[in-house]
C-alpha cells in the first residue's frame, strides 16, 4: 500500500513539475504579444474564475507572461448559444471599450466555440479571429443521448433540467459577479446534433462542409481556426477521465469524451487528435493530462504566437 502511495505521489509530482516547466520554457518576452486582445469564452457550466479556480487552468496566466492582453469573460454557464452570444457580445464591447483595441481575438471552449462564432457573424467588424476548443460546431450525440431521456414539457424532462438550472445558477452565484440567467433547455438545445445544425444555417462561417473538409482561414474579414482531442483516458491521477470514458462511449466514434472529431472542426484545422479529453483541453484538472502530449499551455502559448504572425 506505501509503494502504491509514493508511485501515485511521485507522478503527480512529476505531472505538476512537467507543466510548470513547460510554462516556464515558453515564457518568451513578447512571444504571445499579438495585436489584438485575446479573450477567452467557457463552454457549459463554464465560469470565469471561482475562488482559487480557473475555468482555463494557468492558461491566461502563460500568455500575459508572453505581453498577450487577455480577458476571461463570464456567461451564463447554462443557456443557448444565441443567448450566450448576445453576453458574449456586450462583453467584447466593454473590452474594446477598456483597451482602446479595434478587435478581439475569440478563443472558445466547447459551446464556447459556438457562442464565439454568433458573435463573429453578427458583428464581424469587431472580431479579429475565433478559435474553437473542442467545439460543439455540429453538437453532441451525448446531447442528444440527455435529450431523448424527457419528452418536451413532460415531468421527466422537468427533472431532469432543474438540476442542471441549479447548477448554473449556483455556479454564478460562486463567480461573484453579476448574476447571468440559466436556462438548461435552451443549452441542451443547442448542444443537440439538431440544434447546432440549425444554428449553423443561421451561421455558418467558418464551418467546413464535411468532416473531412477544411473552410478558407479567413471569411467577413475573420480568421477562424480548430483544435481538439480524441483520447478520454489520459492520466491516472485524474478522476474525471472515468466520466469522461463513459460519456465518450455515448458521443461515438473518435471523441474526446464529449464531442466527436468531426463536430469540433472549424476554419483551418491545427490539429484535431490531440491525446487530450474535454477537460486535458482547457488544463483541467489542475493541469493532469497525458505526459506522452503537448502541455496544453503550450499548445494556447502556440496559438497566440500563431495569431501574432497573422498580424492578428
Not at 469573460?73 to 473590452?95: D, H, P
Request: glycine share 10%; net charge neutral; aromatic share 8%.
Amino acid at each position: 500500500m506505501k509503494r502504491l502511495l509514493l508511485l501515485f505521489a511521485t507522478l503527480f509530482l512529476t505531472t505538476t513539475l512537467y507543466a510548470q516547466t513547460s510554462i516556464n520554457n515558453v515564457s518568451a518576452q513578447g512571444y504571445t504579444k499579438t495585436k489584438y486582445p485575446i479573450v477567452l469564452v467557457h463552454g457549459f457550466l463554464g465560469f470565469d474564475r471561482i475562488t482559487v479556480i480557473d475555468y482555463f487552468f494557468n492558461i491566461p496566466q502563460s500568455l500575459t507572461k508572453g505581453g498577450a492582453d487577455v480577458y476571461v469573460v463570464r456567461l451564463s454557464a447554462v443557456n443557448s448559444s444565441e443567448a450566450r452570444g448576445e453576453q458574449l457580445l456586450s462583453e467584447v464591447k466593454e473590452i474594446l471599450a477598456l483597451s482602446g483595441a479595434e478587435k478581439v481575438n475569440l478563443i472558445g471552449h466547447s459551446q464556447g466555440s459556438p457562442t464565439s462564432r454568433y458573435v463573429a457573424s453578427v458583428r464581424p467588424d469587431l472580431v479579429a479571429s475565433v478559435t474553437s476548443v473542442g467545439g460543439a460546431n455540429r453538437g453532441s450525440e451525448f446531447a442528444d443521448f440527455l435529450r431523448s431521456l424527457g419528452e418536451s414539457g413532460s415531468t421527466t424532462e422537468f427533472l431532469l433540467s432543474l438540476p442542471v438550472t441549479l447548477a448554473g445558477n449556483l455556479i454564478s452565484i460562486l463567480s461573484g459577479k453579476e448574476h447571468r440567467p440559466q436556462d438548461a433547455l435552451g443549452a441542451l438545445g443547442s448542444l443537440t446534433t439538431a440544434g447546432a445544425e440549425d444554428f449553423n444555417k443561421k451561421y455558418p462561417q467558418g464551418m467546413p462542409k464535411g468532416c473531412e473538409d477544411q473552410s478558407p482561414k479567413a471569411t467577413n474579414g475573420v480568421y477562424y481556426f480548430s483544435w481538439s482531442g480524441t483520447k478520454k483516458v489520459t492520466n491516472a491521477l485524474d478522476a474525471s477521465d472515468i466520466v469522461l470514458f463513459s460519456t465518450g462511449i455515448i458521443t461515438g466514434d473518435e471523441n474526446d469524451g464529449l464531442i466527436r472529431r468531426c463536430s469540433s472542426r472549424l476554419g483551418k484545422v491545427i490539429k484535431d487528435d490531440y491525446e487530450m479529453n474535454h477537460l486535458d483541453q482547457i488544463n483541467h484538472t489542475f493541469g493532469l493530462h497525458s505526459l506522452l502530449e503537448t502541455d496544453p499551455v503550450t499548445i494556447y502559448r502556440q496559438h497566440a504566437n500563431r495569431l501574432k504572425g497573422f498580424g492578428l
